[in-house]
């Protein structure tokens, strides 16, 4: 694969851009009527050669020789011209101006109009026209004004066959434009150095796989240390498996095929296992209908014991960010009212658990009663768990001992693969664009890679992957401006990994806020392995994808936080439906012109859309 694109037509000399700022008045494009047949420099008389100070008027002029006539391509019409340069006697070469004069030249043969790649450059994030589909209406425009005659077949297919020429001159066009990428790429928050609350989402789009070779910068180096995470039974109230099945059912909220409520035995076995634990104060209000056991225990209290019987860690349901309120909440006199900012707080950010707190206080005027405290005594330690990575100990030998064996081939193999390569290079072989979030650490090696922690009644969010295409593109939208600050090309089908990785490499400290349809296990997966970096980063997943995941728990749902109502948690399924028109003609494209293309297509789509509202 070659390392990136490059420009290869014969004007060489800089195009000035869309949306530069040194655009004034209407951009210029050749008319029919007014192109000359013999494009040929002309020159003043104090016109004079930089190497000899010969005047160029003096110069010989001559045709440019190629292999057949050229010919100018426009929107609507072409002409056939004659190619003519000066040359001074020092041998230097004045060329005819085709970028003043609103065209580029490829080979001295094919000539195209900018106004014919602007139209395509627009038309391109609009519609799903390959660069085919709008040459052939380009050829179709030509016929329709009686420019080609009817009938003519080997006329009609060496225009059409031009396509490629199109698409080739489209690319050195828009690389010779020199696009402020970094501008349209550039989060809009005005107290934010890099966007603080993202949406991630993956689209299947992408090249064909044998055409796709992508390489890693921001893996672990040969020294890289083996860290461990926290573990999944730590990050639990309950966990025993078992125990948090039998909850579910006692409360009503059993997983689909489950029975609801326990018999006598269930119930008793329940609570001698359980015995001593503060949760269990909350099991014995109790019904017994038909020889059957259920709660009938209050709103609050069902809910919070529901969200704690789940797989989810606890602290989704007590977050980072609200640990030091919680903290001082235990640590008053147990005679002291609920603060009421902490409690505003709770509800905000921790609705769950502050609207038991508020349940179980207003009895008592608003003094938390001893069995609340104590359950909250225990979700605070163990939310606080969550957070702290676990003794290597407690993994098993064989994943010690597998992890070790892969750190030390990997030292034996490990070859530093961005030496020498410029930005454009780099993001030509490794498939990232985030001009503005540059790498700030590689990622470790993880004892949790060589270990599997599911457990459990898990969410049914399962990967996608295509037999024939690379696995598609992953991006990231800010959802306090909308702007795309950066995509990448998946070299593996879309997985927590592929959040964990741009994420934790790019992002000096972790955002507050990540909404990801798979939000639920990509929590975990940062658990996993930099459990204290996600400490006050809340996971959450979008209303429309939450309504798929079934056994994981309600506080990752958006819509259970009445204050992100603002947000379209919705933004990267519907940036990327805009994106899902390019497949058919993607497919086809190698990885450079793949890349190039949908970096360009997110730009013109970002600067049209600052464009219109400025309008």
């Given at each position: 694969?070659?390392?990136?694109?490059?420009?290869?037509?014969?004007?060489?000399?800089p195009i000035?851009?869309?949306?530069?700022?040194?655009?004034?008045?209407?951009?210029?494009?050749?008319?029919?009527?007014?192109?000359?047949?013999?494009?040929?420099?002309?020159v003043?008389?104090?016109?004079?050669?930089?190497?000899?100070?010969?005047?160029?008027?003096?110069?010989?002029?001559?045709?440019?020789?190629?292999?057949?006539?050229?010919?100018?391509?426009?929107?609507?019409?072409?002409?056939r011209?004659n190619?003519?340069?000066?040359?001074?006697?020092?041998?230097?070469?004045?060329?005819?101006?085709?970028?003043?004069?609103?065209?580029?030249?490829?080979?001295?043969?094919?000539i195209?109009?900018?106004?014919?790649?602007?139209?395509y450059?627009?038309?391109?994030?609009?519609?799903?026209?390959?660069?085919?589909?709008?040459?052939?209406?380009?050829?179709?425009?030509?016929?329709?004004?009686?420019?080609?005659?009817?009938?003519?077949?080997?006329?009609?297919?060496?225009?059409?066959?031009?396509?490629?020429?199109?698409?080739?001159?489209?690319?050195?066009?828009i690389?010779?434009?020199?696009?402020?990428?970094?501008?349209?790429?550039?989060?809009?928050?005005?107290?934010?150095?890099?966007?603080?609350?993202?949406?991630?989402?993956?689209?299947?789009?992408?090249?064909?796989?044998?055409?796709?070779?992508?390489?890693?910068?921001?893996?672990?180096?040969?020294?890289?240390?083996?860290?461990?995470?926290?573990?999944?039974?730590?990050?639990?109230?309950?966990?025993?498996?078992?125990?948090?099945?039998?909850?579910?059912?006692?409360?009503?909220?059993?997983?689909?095929?489950?029975?609801?409520?326990?018999?006598e035995?269930?119930?008793?076995?329940?609570?001698?296992?359980?015995?001593?634990?503060s949760?269990?104060?909350?099991?014995?209000?109790?019904?017994?209908?038909?020889?059957?056991?259920?709660?009938?225990?209050?709103?609050?209290?069902?809910?919070?014991?529901?969200?704690?019987?789940?797989?989810?860690?606890?602290?989704?349901?007590?977050?980072?960010?609200?640990?030091?309120?919680?903290?001082?909440?235990?640590?008053?006199?147990?005679?002291?009212?609920?603060?009421?900012?902490?409690?505003?707080?709770?509800?905000?950010?921790?609705?769950?658990?502050?609207?038991?707190?508020?349940?179980?206080?207003?009895?008592?005027?608003?003094?938390?009663?001893?069995?609340?405290?104590d359950?909250?005594?225990?979700?605070?330690?163990?939310?606080?768990?969550?957070?702290?990575?676990?003794?290597?100990?407690?993994?098993?030998?064989?994943?010690?001992?597998?992890?070790?064996?892969?750190?030390?081939?990997?030292?034996?193999?490990?070859?530093?693969?961005?030496?020498?390569?410029?930005?454009?290079?780099?993001?030509?072989?490794?498939?990232?664009?985030?001009?503005?979030?540059?790498?700030?650490?590689?990622?470790?090696?993880?004892?949790?890679?060589?270990?599997?922690?599911?457990?459990?009644?898990?969410?049914?969010?399962?990967?996608?992957?295509?037999?024939?295409?690379?696995?598609?593109?992953?991006?990231?939208?800010?959802?306090?401006?909308?702007?795309?600050?950066?995509f990448?090309?998946?070299?593996?089908?879309?997985?927590?990994?592929?959040?964990?990785?741009?994420?934790?490499?790019?992002?000096?400290?972790?955002?507050?806020?990540?909404?990801?349809?798979?939000?639920?296990?990509g929590?975990?997966?940062?658990?996993?392995?930099?459990?204290?970096?996600?400490?006050?980063?809340?996971?959450?997943?979008?209303?429309?994808?939450?309504?798929?995941?079934?056994?994981?728990?309600?506080?990752?749902?958006?819509?259970?936080?009445?204050?992100?109502?603002?947000?379209?948690?919705?933004?990267?399924?519907?940036?990327?439906s805009?994106?899902?028109?390019?497949?058919?003609?993607c497919?086809?494209?190698?990885?450079?012109?793949?890349?190039l293309?949908?970096?360009?297509?997110?730009?013109?789509?970002?600067?049209?859309?600052?464009?219109?509202?400025?309008?």
């Amino acid at each position: 694969m070659d390392g990136c694109l490059s420009v290869h037509s014969v004007t060489k000399e800089p195009i000035t851009s869309f949306f530069s700022s040194d655009v004034t008045g209407t951009r210029c494009y050749p008319e029919l009527l007014t192109l000359p047949t013999v494009l040929e420099p002309v020159v003043h008389q104090d016109k004079v050669c930089e190497c000899c100070g010969t005047p160029w008027s003096e110069a010989v002029v001559s045709n440019i020789s190629c292999t057949r006539e050229p010919i100018v391509y426009s929107l609507t019409w072409f002409k056939r011209v004659n190619i003519k340069r000066r040359t001074c006697k020092c041998g230097a070469v004045l060329e005819y101006p085709f970028s003043k004069n609103g065209m580029i030249n490829l080979n001295n043969v094919d000539i195209f109009s900018h106004e014919a790649l602007d139209r395509y450059s627009v038309e391109m994030t609009k519609t799903s026209l390959s660069f085919y589909a709008h040459w052939s209406a380009i050829v179709d425009t030509y016929e329709l004004r009686e420019l080609l005659p009817r009938g003519d077949i080997s006329l009609h297919n060496f225009f059409v066959n031009k396509r490629a020429k199109f698409q080739e001159a489209w690319v050195n066009y828009i690389m010779l434009q020199h696009p402020d990428y970094s501008k349209a790429f550039r989060c809009q928050c005005p107290d934010a150095d890099y966007c603080q609350e993202l949406v991630a989402d993956g689209i299947m789009l992408g090249p064909q796989k044998n055409r796709s070779q992508l390489f890693s910068n921001w893996g672990p180096g040969p020294e890289s240390e083996l860290l461990a995470g926290s573990l999944h039974a730590q990050r639990l109230l309950l966990p025993n498996k078992q125990d948090r099945l039998l909850v579910q059912r006692l409360f009503g909220k059993a997983p689909k095929g489950a029975p609801h409520g326990l018999d006598e035995d269930e119930y008793t076995s329940l609570l001698h296992r359980l015995d001593g634990k503060s949760i269990t104060h909350y099991l014995a209000f109790i019904e017994r209908n038909d020889g059957l056991v259920t709660s009938s225990a209050t709103a609050h209290v069902t809910r919070l014991v529901c969200e704690l019987a789940t797989d989810s860690p606890v602290c989704t349901i007590a977050p980072g960010s609200v640990l030091t309120d919680l903290t001082n909440i235990i640590t008053a006199q147990p005679t002291c009212r609920l603060p009421a900012r902490a409690m505003q707080n709770l509800l905000i950010n921790a609705p769950t658990l502050g609207q038991f707190l508020i349940g179980e206080g207003r009895p008592h005027g608003m003094i938390l009663p001893a069995e609340a405290r104590d359950l909250l005594v225990d979700i605070v330690g163990t939310s606080e768990a969550c957070f702290k990575r676990a003794d290597p100990a407690l993994y098993s030998r064989a994943t010690v001992v597998k992890a070790h064996k892969a750190q030390e081939a990997a030292a034996i193999e490990w070859n530093e693969p961005t030496n020498g390569w410029s930005p454009e290079e780099e993001f030509m072989r490794t498939g990232f664009y985030y001009p503005n979030l540059p790498i700030v650490r590689r990622t470790a090696r993880y004892l949790s890679d060589f270990r599997s922690q599911r457990s459990g009644q898990t969410c049914t969010k399962y990967h996608y992957d295509s037999k024939n295409l690379a696995p598609g593109l992953f991006l990231i939208h800010c959802l306090r401006c909308f702007t795309c600050v950066g995509f990448h090309l998946m070299s593996q089908h879309e997985s927590p990994q592929t959040l964990f990785e741009v994420l934790y490499t790019r992002w000096q400290a972790a955002p507050r806020l990540v909404v990801y349809d798979n939000s639920c296990h990509g929590h975990t997966y940062f658990l996993n392995r930099e459990p204290a970096w996600v400490r006050d980063t809340r996971f959450l997943i979008d209303k429309m994808h939450y309504k798929g995941h079934s056994g994981c728990c309600e506080a990752y749902d958006i819509a259970k936080y009445p204050e992100l109502s603002k947000y379209n948690s919705q933004l990267a399924e519907q940036r990327n439906s805009r994106l899902a028109i390019l497949k058919s003609h993607c497919a086809y494209m190698t990885q450079p012109m793949f890349l190039l293309y949908v970096r360009f297509f997110l730009f013109m789509s970002a600067m049209l859309r600052v464009s219109q509202s400025q309008t």
